[in-house]
């Protein structure tokens, strides 16, 4: 029933490809070695593509990945790693979680500093609003969940003001570019909002029209690239949304499936953290908790739904939970004998 039936195959196997790769990490990561490396492999990553940005920045040794104006503004905005600003921020943010939600010896502490340092830095150079929401929210769950929190959360505050002090005496053009960037979510020619507004007003009419199975995977672009504004000017921009792509795809049964397995992962996560024992195991889970909550906060205002990375980390996290459910269940059953 698909309206590109050659697009919808192609989308078809990426999909099965990733339900591999992610069942596959399940798999390796349902080992206590590989939950203990992987949120310092991604950390030390993601650190080294915050440093990446900061020297792109200053134009000093490397080349940037984008370099490039903000549309519609003077904002500069400068990534190390992805093509794209905003993906590259959702990775930093889900390096971010597992740093944060992770406990370490007191030789690697300086390390997580340097690493949370840079990371920090290349989420503020992408100038993705979405990014800086999502890193809030992560930091303040691991305020509010540290056993020292009325300590914690006063110098993590103040922290980030003498940072943001720091930037704005050092080097002007970042923080002027920052108060830019944050001034325009609330005025009315943000052309970002403005056009993801017209687009998410367009694209739910196209998709009640669609019915209970939609024009198919993977047609979303070729379907939604004639959206205008009312003038009739294109906006130019894709669907930033992923259940109304989803919806406009998939058609009613599609978007109820994808709610339902979000709502299976989502409680298969917070169950295991419940019945985790042990702070590094609570930590763990609830870091895998919080990655999960920023990619639904980017999947509201950013179309990635075909990420390997989603599928890699998405397989990390559930093999975290299986051990933890393994265990308690294990424990449950010789209970009962």
């Known amino acids: ?17 990733y339900a591999v790769i992610c069942y596959a990490c399940a798999h390796v990561a349902m080992q206590r070695d590989v939950q203990v490396m992987v949120p310092r492999y991604l950390a030390c990553g ?28 003077a904002i500069r905005r400068v ?7 905003n993906e590259q921020a959702m990775v930093l943010v889900f390096a971010l979680a597992l740093l944060l939600f992770s406990t370490s010896h007191n030789g690697y502490r300086s390390i997580k500093v340097v690493c949370t340092f840079l990371i920090c830095a290349g989420l503020l150079l992408t100038m993705s609003r979405t990014g ?10 691991r305020g509010l969940a540290h056993e020292r929190r009325k300590v914690i959360v ?18 002007p053009d970042i923080g002027d570019s920052l108060k830019r960037r944050v001034a ?13 507004v017209l687009y998410n007003v367009q694209a739910i009419e196209t998709a009640q029209d669609a019915g209970a199975f939609g024009h198919g995977i993977g047609t979303v672009y070729h379907i939604t690239k004639d959206f205008a504004d009312p003038l009739g000017r294109t906006v ?7 259940p109304l792509t989803v919806w406009i795809e998939t058609g009613w049964v599609g978007l109820l499936a994808y709610l339902w397995l979000w709502s299976c992962v989502a409680s298969v996560l917070f169950v295991a953290w419940r019945r985790a024992r042990g702070k590094q195991k609570k930590l763990q889970m609830a870091g895998y908790c919080a990655a999960a909550l920023s990619y ?29 459910l393994n265990t308690s269940a294990n424990k449950n059953g010789e209970a009962a004998t």
Do not use: Y
């Open 184 to 196: 325009e979510a609330t005025s009315a020619g943000d052309r970002s909002i403005a056009s993801r």
């Open 1 to 17: 029933a698909s309206v590109l039936p050659r697009e919808s195959l192609t989308t078809l196997m990426i999909f099965v490809q």
């Open 46 to 73: 993601a650190a080294i593509s915050g440093a990446g940005a900061v020297l792109a920045w200053f134009h000093v040794l490397v080349t940037p990945t984008v370099d490039a104006l903000v549309p519609g503004s």
């Open 132 to 141: 800086w929401v999502c890193a809030a929210l992560v930091i303040a769950m």
């Open 296 to 324: 639904a906060v980017f999947s509201q205002t950013m179309p990635f739904l075909q990420r390997s990375s989603l599928a890699v980390l998405l397989g990390c996290a559930l093999g975290a939970a299986a051990m933890i």
């Open 236 to 242: 130019g921009v894709t669907v930033h949304n992923v």
């Open 79 to 85: 990534c190390f790693g992805m093509p794209d600003a």
């Open 154 to 171: 006063p110098i993590s505050l103040g922290v980030m003001l003498l940072g943001a002090v720091g930037v704005a005496v050092l080097k």
